[in-house]
């Protein structure tokens, strides 16, 4: 069954709503607060790249500041360590 334009425009609309009020108000099953799971941030970053959205990196918002908490892959000197292997006899 393919859809028509209209109801194409009318669903992709609705899910857009629906995650939005999935990201505001989702609240955790284990302590009470107000904010989606993994599986839903999944579902809403799928949607975003999906519909070509990008991410506005200016200074002060929290996008911002967690790419500055990343650590930087390009300098050779800060490395990422590996976890030991413990060997069990």
Do not use: W
């Not at 949607?47 to 650590?71: C, E, I, K, M, Y």
């Amino acid at each position: 069954m393919k859809l028509d334009a209209k109801t194409q425009a009318e669903l992709h609309e609705k899910l857009g709503a629906a995650l939005l009020e999935m990201l505001n108000a989702t609240p955790c099953s284990h302590c009470n607060r107000t904010y989606p799971g993994a599986k839903e941030l999944t579902v809403i970053r799928q949607f975003l790249a999906d519909n070509g959205t990008t991410a506005d990196l200016r200074s002060q918002t929290p996008l911002h500041n967690l790419a500055d908490a990343l650590p930087s892959f390009e300098d050779p000197e800060e490395r990422v360590s590996k976890p030991s292997k413990k060997r069990t006899a």
